[in-house]
């Protein structure tokens, strides 16, 4: 079955960066749209970043919600199962724990939550003042 394992969370002051990865298995990562969500405490989950799959004949998308733009870089690499976001210039309100999900050969990259059938069971992200 599907596994994704987030790891990188922790506490850092305002200003700093942090790397998450998320490690996936069971399934055939480079045919995977990634994304990374985040939940703060009484917030819905939003979108953050995803990144779509790719093939020969496609080659992969990038998309940030407008808060993260510019500060917040989503990676992969398929040969490791892993997709990456590295946070940069973290601000108090970017504390949240951090989720990331995977679709099945997206035709458009979703950017909503009940786009992605498969989760992780998230990292927290704890940004001080």
Same mark, same amino acid.
């Given at each position: 079955?599907?596994?994704?394992?987030?790891?990188? /969370?922790?506490?850092? +002051? &305002?200003? #700093?960066?942090? *790397?998450?990865?998320? $490690? =996936?298995?069971?399934?055939?990562? @480079?045919?995977?749209?990634? /994304?990374?969500?985040? +939940? &703060?405490? #009484?917030?819905? *989950?939003?979108?953050? $970043? =995803?990144?779509?799959?790719?093939? @020969?004949?496609?080659?992969?998308?990038?998309?940030?919600?407008?808060?993260?733009?510019? *500060?917040?870089?989503?990676?992969?690499?398929?040969?490791?199962?892993?997709?990456?976001?590295?946070?940069?210039?973290?601000?108090?309100?970017?504390?949240?724990?951090?989720?990331?999900?995977?679709?099945?050969?997206?035709?458009?990259?979703?950017?909503?939550?009940?786009?992605?059938?498969?989760?992780?069971?998230?990292?927290?992200?704890?940004?001080?003042?």
């Amino acid at each position: 079955q599907v596994q994704l394992v987030e790891s990188g /969370g922790g506490l850092v +002051q &305002a200003g #700093g960066s942090l *790397r998450l990865s998320c $490690a =996936a298995s069971g399934l055939t990562f @480079s045919s995977y749209t990634m /994304g990374w969500f985040r +939940q &703060a405490p #009484g917030k819905e *989950r939003e979108f953050v $970043a =995803a990144k779509s799959w790719s093939s @020969s004949w496609s080659s992969s998308t990038t998309y940030y919600a407008d808060p993260v733009k510019g *500060r917040y870089t989503i990676s992969r690499d398929n040969a490791k199962n892993t997709v990456y976001l590295q946070m940069n210039t973290l601000k108090p309100e970017d504390t949240a724990v951090y989720y990331c999900a995977a679709d099945y050969m997206s035709k458009v990259v979703p950017i909503l939550p009940a786009g992605y059938p498969y989760w992780g069971q998230g990292t927290q992200v704890t940004v001080s003042s």
